[in-house]
């Protein structure tokens, strides 16, 4: 069980697995890197495949410093510091992929290539708002056990699956999740789009239609390529809900970015 070192900063929980290319995983708020149990599983025969316990999630500690975007950012860079890996493609899931956004900004040369599932520059509509608000009313609340049984419900299907999610969302305070919604809800990352300098995939759910806008923005804003995939009979919830068709579309990305020459 790898820990980041480093006596100036918390200690970030990490798995690391496999062989090739790098192909760090970030979750959202709370659920931590057993979201990524089935990428793991079907991308590590391929890849060098990485998973992250935000800090204040799961088993990684939470630090004293204030919670920022450019802070967890970091905190990514220190984990592939620990990895001795000097480049990596990210992919980032939901409020995870904010995450994703601001680490390729802040740190392009660490960033070979970004994958973002159902993941927005900005929370600018009624119904991702609403949903941030609730988060942030809930964790407000102290409501723990219905965050965890609604995400766990929403993301699997067996039991244990279910319980094992449920469990590991726990491990987060209330309050460090409402921190989360919270600068997740507040992030800008629209007009600094243009400082990505490497090839962006956006992966949206055929159901998830309330985030399918985003990707004019995407599309509109970096100047790298972007492409966009709609993943067919699922909603927000592709990492779980559809492993192999998820795995299957990083597998092609990763390998395709790989055959490309690296830019002068």
């Known amino acids: 069980m790898p820990y980041t070192k480093s006596d100036a900063r918390p200690r970030i929980y990490y798995e690391i697995e496999g062989n090739g290319p790098a192909l760090v995983f970030i979750?959202?708020?709370?659920?931590?890197h057993v979201t990524f149990r089935g990428q793991k599983e079907g991308l590590k025969p391929h890849f060098t495949v990485i998973m992250v316990d935000l800090r204040g999630n799961g088993r990684s500690e939470t630090g004293d410093e204030p919670l920022t975007m450019p802070v967890?950012?970091?905190?990514?860079?220190?984990?592939?510091?620990?990895?001795?890996?000097?480049?990596?493609?990210?992919?980032?899931?939901?409020n995870g992929g904010s995450i994703v956004q601001e680490m390729a900004i802040s740190f392009p040369d660490r960033v070979k290539g970004i994958i973002l599932i159902g993941a927005f520059p900005e929370v600018n509509s009624f119904l991702l708002k609403n949903e941030f608000r609730l988060g942030i009313w809930a964790t407000d609340k102290k409501l723990m056990?219905?965050?965890?049984?609604?995400?766990?419900?929403?993301h699997e299907k067996e039991t244990e699956e279910r319980k094992e999610l449920s469990a590991y969302v726990k491990k987060t305070s209330p309050v460090v999740l409402e921190k989360y919604y919270q600068i997740g809800l507040d992030y800008q990352a629209t007009q600094r789009l243009?400082?990505?300098?490497?090839?962006?995939?956006?992966v949206y759910g055929q159901h998830d239609d309330y985030v399918h806008h985003y990707r004019h923005l995407f599309q509109k804003y970096v100047s790298w390529p972007v492409s966009a995939i709609l993943v067919g009979n699922v909603a927000h919830q592709i990492p779980t809900k559809k492993v192999?068709?998820?795995?299957q579309i990083v597998k092609t990305f990763v390998k395709d970015n790989e055959k490309q020459p690296s830019p002068v």
């Open 194 to 202: 243009e400082k990505i300098k490497c090839p962006v995939l956006l």
């Open 27 to 32: 979750h959202p708020p709370g659920m931590g």
């Open 244 to 247: 192999a068709a998820f795995n």
């Open 145 to 154: 056990n219905l965050i965890a049984n609604v995400l766990a419900i929403a």
């Open 72 to 94: 967890i950012a970091e905190d990514i860079v220190h984990v592939l510091n620990d990895c001795n890996v000097e480049q990596a493609y990210v992919c980032g899931y939901s």
